[in-house]
């Protein structure tokens, strides 16, 4: 797959690259996505075995998830095209002791090269940041073996994910880094289950996680406005 066949954008690349030296202050600009982990954790979880399963974390950044995936005893490969991103995972797994191995791909490549490999496949706050999200989930749906589980998350395009999500984290209460979304990138879930099943995925589970700004937590929940996880299995 050639550089511009690959289904990457390199604007969108750049922001991570840039953000890549913060990715484990738990306290700076990553602080959602540190804030977020224990609620995908759990949701993934319930749903599926971890223990010696083999996990594959598309579009897993510094490896907030991949790690969590790790330490719960699965054998975790991490897959990024940002350099350091996947840079900063191996450190901070070498530092924190873990194995897990990070891998500079797309999806589409690493489909093409492990084709239903891995017992479960997680790709989580990335699909809004790809030009083509459906060739994302069907080259995880051709990743997972047969009976295998799958976790996507996203964020809606609705309203309510516009003025939280991109006007309230991004420019009041400045948890983002402005210009971290595109609206127009959002996924709605009737979109994500339909491309779901047009991979021959059965689209099993659909929660939302929500934000209380007085707590600063995240929980799961029925409102899915705004984020929202969904897991799917191959049959």
Known sequence: MSEAQKNVDLSELAKFEELASGWWDEDGQSKPLHD???????????????????????????????????KQEATVTG????????????????????????????AEEMAS??????????????????????????????????????????LNRHPKAYLLAVVGAEYVMNMLPKGTHDYKRFIRPAELATWCRQAGLKVSHMTGMNYNPITRQFSLGKDVKVNYLIHCQKP
């Open 113 to 154: 090269s492990e084709p239903e490999s891995y017992d479960v496949v997680t790709c989580l706050e990335m699909l809004e940041h790809v030009p083509d999200p459906a060739s994302i989930i069907q080259a995880c749906a051709d990743l997972v073996k047969p009976g295998g589980h799958l976790f996507f998350s996203t």
């Open 79 to 106: 897959v990024d095209m940002g350099e350091m991103p996947l840079n900063i995972a191996k450190l901070h797994a070498l530092e924190a002791g873990l194995k897990i191995k990070y891998t500079q791909a797309t």
């Open 36 to 70: 977020l982990n224990p609620v995908r954790m759990a949701f993934i979880a319930e749903h599926c075995q971890l223990r010696q399963a083999k996990v594959i974390d598309i579009g897993c950044g510094g490896g907030i998830l991949s790690e969590a995936l790790a």
